[in-house]
C-alpha cells in the first residue's frame, strides 16, 4: 500500500464521522449492483497500510543514485565513516515524507464530495507521524544507511526494527482508532439473476 492508502483511511473516517455514505458505481461490462459491501482484506491491508512506498521509493532511489555505496579501507570500521551527509538527507526526507502524506491527503480530498468546504486544510498528523516513524524504520534497515554510523549498529538491528514496525505500526493505529472503517451496506441491488 502506500501514503495514497494512508490518506484513504483518513478520509474515510472523517466521511464516517460525518455520517456520510460510501457507494460504489456499477461496473457497466457487468452490470453489478451499484453498491455493495466494502471490507477491506484486513490483515494484509493494516500492515500494508502503514508503509509510505511512495517515500521509501524516492529515498532509495536517491541514496542509491547520489550517495552509492560506503566504501570501507581496511582495519576501518563501519561507524569510522563520516555519515553527515546521509544523516542530512534522512531528515530531509522525513520531512518530505511528511509533506508528502499532507500533499496526497489534500489531493485525494479534492476528489471527495464536499461535505466539509475546509476539508482540505484539515490536517492528517497521525498518518504523517506514522509514515515518518515508518519512513525511518526502513531507512534504518536497508544497507548503507546512516544508522551504521553508530557503532552497536549490526547484522540484528536493521530486520528487528523493520519487523517491529511492521508489526507495531498498524496495532498502535488500531489502538489510536485511526483504522480505515468497514462500510456494509444496508440494501444491495440485486444482481441479474436474482442474487445479491
Partial sequence: MSIASMADGAIQRKLAKAGAATTVVPRPATGEAAARTITPLKAASDVARYIPTEAIAIYIAILVGAFGPLKLVAGM????????????????????????????????????PAKDPDKRYN???FEMAIAAVALAAWAAALPDTPFADFHWYGGWFAPTVLAT??????????????????????????RAGGQA
Avoid at 542530512?88 to 509533506?99: D, E, N, P, S, Y
Fill in 165 to 190: 514496525a511492521t508489526a507495531l505500526l498498524p496495532l498502535i493505529a488500531a489502538a489510536a482508532g485511526r483504522t480505515a472503517p468497514t462500510y456494509e451496506e444496508a440494501n444491495p441491488t440485486p
Fill in 123 to 125: 490536517i492528517p498528523v
Fill in 77 to 112: 570500521k563501519a561507524s569510522d565513516l563520516d555519515y553527515s551527509s546521509r544523516w542530512h538527507f534522512f531528515f530531509i526526507m522525513l520531512g518530505v515524507t511528511v509533506a508528502l502524506v499532507w500533499l496526497i491527503y489534500a489531493a485525494k480530498t479534492r476528489e471527495t
